[in-house]
């Protein structure tokens, strides 16, 4: 569940079409009893000084370059030090879905288990022992994802009620309908015996504490029905 990132920055310096950089004129001021005279008429120094300087503008330049990526790579892991807000992450519930859950009652079972649906499918009911195909987000109380097929990018695909998955998303499926979308409050002790560790940017999740998953059934393979 862990990802990581890397910053491939490549460097390279245009010299114009004679592969010779364009040096800026050098000019040495005149003096008066070792002393600068900003007033005095400047007098351009010989080539050799020119090239000199030219150089020594070029890995000016480079180190400048190098000194800027150096600060752009430190204030991006600052700011991942700092705790500053991550990136938004896909949902299957948005702002607008949040606030009509506020509205729609809550479904407790014998086991402890609560659900909402947030749509009511039209399609059959998953039988036990068969495969289903889902979308689902995994969250702690607090709304921290710790796990999501859409961040995967990929359909989670397993057999109902056979113990490939916790106790309490295997209850919360098997009475959903194909078209269905449903929050899952899933008990301790329905949940995860001995936790789950934390990943970067994931919340730990604690032995049997409980957990929130937000469920969309897709279809059931090898289960055809008509759609209205």
Known sequence: MASSASLLLP???TFGKSDSPNCQKVYRINSGVGVQSLASEPRRVEAVTAKDECVFTNRRNLINLGL???SFLSVSTFAEAAGLPPEEKPKLCDDSC????ENI???TTESGLQYKDIKVG??????VGFQVAANYVAMVPSGQIFD???E??????FRVGSGQVIKGLDEGILSMKVGGKRRIYVPGPLAFPKGLTSAPGRPRVAANSPVIFDVSLLYIPGLEYDEE
Do not use: A, H, N, T
Not at 98 to 101: A, D, T, Y
Not at 122 to 127: D, F, H, L, Q, W
């Open 105 to 107: 009652p809550m479904i």
């Open 122 to 127: 039209g399609g059959p009911s998953p039988p």
């Open 68 to 70: 800027g990526l150096v």
């Open 152 to 157: 995967k990018g990929q359909i989670y695909i």
């Open 148 to 150: 999501s097929s859409l």
């Open 11 to 13: 460097i390279r310096c």
């Open 98 to 101: 949040e606030k009509e859950l």
